[in-house]
């Protein structure tokens, strides 16, 4: 499952990666509708402790609301925080890993727009990892858990330090929607 949003991040790769030439004769897209609405608000995410080091695991529970139903019994996540994070205040944002369309535009507005933006160039180095990337990362259908540094980076070797990865992915059956902000310090 996927959500419309992802077609045109996936026509953009398809059309205008910057690792091969793609030279397509032939698309076909296939779409189905459902009459039930295929989405989940992410309805709380509360954290174990607000406090960590480096190397330490941030346990998160997360509970999500599919579209006028209950809310599914919660999990908790566990984010690794690297040994070599930053010290300092940092946010862990919940929220989907795709795109989203900003409050108030038309979606066939948005669609266009989406479309139109000029691809980054890709993290990778071959068209097989940027595919694998592709398709396991940045779906409407997942979550991603994602501490993130707070604030500039001090000078020294802290710096080099800031664009550390510490988060992790959870897949979905739904298109998740929503966005929870936690505060966390790194000491």
């Avoid at 709380?44 to 346990?59: N, S």
């Amino acid at each position: 499952m996927a959500s419309l949003l992802d077609l045109p991040e996936a026509l953009n790769f398809f059309l205008y990666n910057d690792l091969a030439p793609i030279d397509p004769l032939d698309m076909n897209i296939e779409i189905s509708l459902t009459g039930k609405r295929q989405t989940a608000a992410i309805a709380d995410a509360t954290v174990e402790r607000r406090e960590l080091a480096p190397g330490e695991r941030l346990r998160v529970r997360l509970t999500l609301r599919p579209f006028q139903e209950e809310p599914v019994p919660s999990r908790v996540i566990e984010i690794q925080i690297p040994r070599n994070y930053p010290r300092g205040p940092a946010v862990l944002v919940v929220g989907t890993a795709g795109k989203q369309i900003p409050p108030g535009g038309p979606l066939d507005h948005s669609l266009v727009q989406f479309i139109q933006e000029e691809p980054r160039p890709s993290p990778v180095s071959t068209l097989e990892e940027a595919i694998q990337l592709f398709e396991d990362y940045g779906k409407n259908t997942d979550v991603l858990l994602q501490l993130i540094p707070f604030g500039l980076p001090p000078e020294g070797s802290e710096f080099v330090k800031f664009d550390v990865f510490a988060g992790e992915v959870v897949r979905t059956d739904w298109v998740v929607q929503g966005e929870i902000q936690i505060p966390i310090l790194i000491r």
